[in-house]
């Protein structure tokens, strides 16, 4: 597998309160507080950095990875996903664990789901004793981001305070392993001809995209690491399951479908990400990681001719268009930058 990374600045809520813009970041991206028309907002910022000699692009390609400096904003969106909790208030200058902060009172939060004891899901901490930093068993609790610390028996997140302790929604205490598979292909005329942007006059990338049933936003479709199960099967699976609806296919259809799938994610990938992830299910003890990997279906014969069906985690399936405007849930739209970028379309 090919590994292709580069920095990102990540936190562009930096340069836009430089720029003297307030605003909130949650799910759905950067919101101004103001009430600027999207027309209004990119004027005052275009003229702004004109005027002030700043720069969003301030870093070379290189290697991508999210800053520890960049404080996580969507993990400390004020209202937790799926309930009505209420995060407690983190402000930038107190997100790293380094700060002392005396007042800090995390609000706890574990959600029913997790609550009822699934087998995807951890005990209540104070019923056994995992080990953090370590393969525990067949679970894994390291971190991509190498060793976490671990006070008074509980996993503390990586990247600092969320303003909520527990599990949320999330089943491991300590990292929650995923995999996000992005899967691309050119976009195509009718003659077969690849289409260019008329503005960037790059080629068009398409990747296929699912619209998550627990919040509505687009998505790669990604899931889980099942216990003992190495991330190229859970590429394949959770591709196989979400975006081709593979385990509702007849057994010749299914036979078919892991045939075109398998040719293309044997094929070198380009792996994008390996990390945190700045996730709203995040709290204080348990948190999202990720590898993306990108799969490219060059000539469009392989996956691409496959008929795309959500499956049971996915309301909608598509082929949506790369483009910067995008806003999709968690890092995703950070993770197709890279790809664009690195394969040379357009953004």
């Known amino acids: 597998m090919i590994r292709v990374r580069r920095n990102w600045v990540g936190s562009?809520?930096?340069?836009?309160?430089?720029?003297?813009?307030?605003?909130?970041?949650?799910t759905s991206g950067i919101r101004p507080?103001?009430?600027?028309?999207p027309d209004q907002f990119i004027a005052r910022v275009s003229k702004s950095l004109s005027t002030s000699g700043c720069s969003l692009c301030v870093l070379p390609p290189s290697v991508f990875t999210m800053p520890c400096s960049a404080p996580h904003n969507k993990a400390r969106c004020p209202k937790y996903p799926g309930s009505e909790t209420q995060r407690f208030p983190v402000p930038d200058d107190k997100v790293d664990w380094n700060t002392d902060w005396p007042?800090?009172?995390?609000?706890?939060?574990?959600?029913?789901?997790?609550?009822i004891k699934p087998v995807w899901a951890d005990q209540d901490i104070r019923s056994f004793s995992p080990r953090f930093n370590a393969l525990d068993g067949n679970v894994d609790r390291r971190s991509h981001e190498g060793d976490y610390r671990v006070e008074q028996g509980m996993p503390l997140n990586p990247r600092g305070r969320t303003g909520l302790t527990g599990r949320g929604l999330l089943g491991r205490w300590g990292p929650n392993h995923a995999a996000d598979p992005i899967v691309t292909r050119w976009k195509r005329d009718s003659a077969g001809q690849q289409v260019s942007h008329p503005v960037s006059k790059l080629p068009v990338l398409q990747f296929v995209s699912i619209k998550r049933r627990d919040c509505g936003e687009w998505a790669?479709?990604?899931?889980?690491v099942d216990p003992g199960e190495l991330v190229s099967?859970?590429?394949?699976?959770?591709?196989?399951?979400?975006?081709?609806n593979s385990l509702a296919a007849s057994p010749q259809d299914r036979e078919r479908i892991h045939e075109r799938i398998t040719q293309l994610f044997n094929s070198p990938g380009l792996e994008v990400y390996k990390g945190y992830v700045d996730d709203p299910r995040n709290n204080d003890n348990s948190w999202m990681e990720t590898v993306?990997?990108?799969f490219h279906d060059d000539t469009g014969n392989s996956v691409s001719e496959l008929p795309l069906q959500a499956g049971d985690?996915?309301?909608?399936?598509?082929?949506?268009d790369l483009d910067s405007v995008l806003s999709l849930y968690a890092s995703h739209s950070q993770f197709l930058e890279v790809v664009a970028k690195e394969r040379h379309a357009h953004w």
């Open 233 to 244: 099967l859970t590429l394949q699976r959770e591709f196989s399951e979400e975006a081709l």
């Open 313 to 320: 985690d996915a309301g909608q399936v598509h082929w949506i």
């Open 220 to 224: 790669i479709p990604g899931g889980m």
């Open 12 to 26: 562009i809520r930096i340069a836009l309160s430089l720029l003297g813009f307030p605003f909130c970041l949650c």
């Open 103 to 115: 007042q800090y009172r995390p609000v706890g939060y574990t959600a029913p789901a997790v609550l």
């Open 33 to 37: 507080l103001n009430s600027f028309s």
């Open 292 to 294: 993306a990997v990108n």
